[in-house]
């Protein structure tokens, strides 16, 4: 069973695998920090007005939302360089036509996927 943010429920600790390897194979299983950031404004698109164009607004709001959800509590150089990485993932052709939110969501889960 796998959680989709936090990555496999079943790494308790065993006789071969002791806590320490579980504790790396639970952070190993996790995705990254721009991947978390990518999904989560993915899903803040999908669930507020996915078949609306997506604005200038519209966007902010939904990273800013994002950031607060996934980088809170990391230091500002984590948080930042993750944020970087999230936003050198999206393909820069996805910005010469409008798309609806739904649609960006659907690119947001790919490019996700990438880093």
């Not at 194979?25 to 698109?45: I, R």
């Not at 996915?50 to 984590?78: C, F, H, K, M, N």
């Amino acid at each position: 069973m796998q959680d989709r943010i936090r990555g496999p429920l079943n790494n308790a600790p065993t006789r071969n695998n002791p806590p320490e390897t579980a504790l790396l194979q639970g952070v190993l299983a996790l995705p990254s920090l721009a991947s978390q950031v990518l999904t989560a404004a993915a899903d803040h698109l999908t669930t507020h007005k996915p078949d609306a164009e997506l604005t200038i607004a519209g966007w902010g709001r939904a990273l800013a939302l994002a950031d607060a959800r996934v980088l809170s509590g990391y230091p500002q150089v984590v948080a930042q360089n993750a944020g970087r990485r999230a936003m050198s993932a999206i393909d820069p052709d996805l910005w010469k036509s409008s798309r609806t939110r739904g649609e960006w969501a659907l690119a947001l889960r790919s490019a996700a996927r990438t880093v």
